[in-house]
């Protein structure tokens, strides 16, 4: 079955960019569409964008001209870069996969187990 | 973006009672091309991933108890729990996939024993 797994620094520097790769085991990367989905402390969940294996990418306009998602089929990763960050974006991280293959409208199944960034000087 | 708002924001109900969430979103997520609802649900307990319980608002996914039920269509739909057990305790969330521009949760109703 497939798993994921989120990797990265847990503190990020005011105005840094954050970095985060998810790596998928027991499955190939191909054929599906792969999401970042974070959620603050106490608070509920935000889409922040996905990636199709061939690497076509949408992300949430709310953090468009922050965000780029890019994906390495060789290692079956695909990784996460959100810049200029602020306390705001302190969150859990989580990476999922849209549940069907080649479909783009999808829930999320499966997910990592999460990864906590705190952004503080 | 498509708005999802969920109530109660909390609900305390005894072990072996019926529990029920409801989720309203600001446009339909019923596609009249196949008359499905893109909606789902999620479990997420303390410190875990959220985990998939229900899509196309009302197919149980494989593993999830059957006192989890789903229903609605278009704008308004409802996560049942038909008897409450200790282990559901939990912040549930709805989501619509009938636009990735963006994806879109409700904010959650956290889910107690009485």
């Known amino acids: 079955q497939v798993q994921l797994q989120e990797s990265g620094p847990g503190l990020v520097k005011p105005s840094e960019t954050l970095s985060l790769t998810c790596t998928v085991s027991?499955?190939?990367?191909?054929?599906?569409?792969w999401s970042w989905i974070r959620q603050p402390p106490g608070k509920g969940l935000e889409w922040i964008g996905y990636?199709?294996?061939?690497?076509?990418?949408n992300y949430n306009p709310s953090l468009k001209s922050r965000v780029t998602i890019s994906v390495d089929t060789s290692k079956n990763q695909f990784s996460l870069n959100l810049s200029s960050v602020t306390a705001a974006d302190t969150a859990v991280y989580y990476c999922?996969?849209?549940?069907?293959?080649?479909?783009?409208?999808?829930?999320?199944?499966?997910w990592g187990q999460g990864t906590l960034v705190t952004v503080s000087s | 973006d498509i708005v999802m708002t969920q109530s109660p924001d909390s609900l305390a109900v005894s072990l072996g009672e019926r529990a029920t969430i409801n989720c309203k979103s600001s446009?339909?997520?019923?596609?009249?091309?196949?008359?499905?609802?893109?909606l789902a649900w999620y479990q997420q307990k303390a410190g875990k991933p959220p985990k998939l319980l229900i899509y196309?608002?009302?197919t149980r996914e494989s593993g999830v108890p059957d006192r989890f039920s789903g229903s609605g269509s278009g704008t308004d739909f409802t996560l049942t729990i038909s008897s409450l057990q200790a282990e559901d305790v939990a912040v549930y969330y709805c989501q619509q996939y009938y636009t990735t521009l963006p994806y879109t949760f409700g904010q959650g109703t956290k889910l107690e024993i009485k």
């Open positions: 196309w608002a009302s």
């Open positions: 446009q339909s997520v019923l596609y009249s091309s196949n008359n499905k609802n893109y």
């Open positions: 999922a996969r849209g549940s069907r293959a080649a479909a783009v409208l999808n829930w999320f199944d499966p």
């Open positions: 990636i199709y294996y061939s690497g076509g990418t």
């Open positions: 027991g499955g190939s990367i191909s054929s599906y569409y």
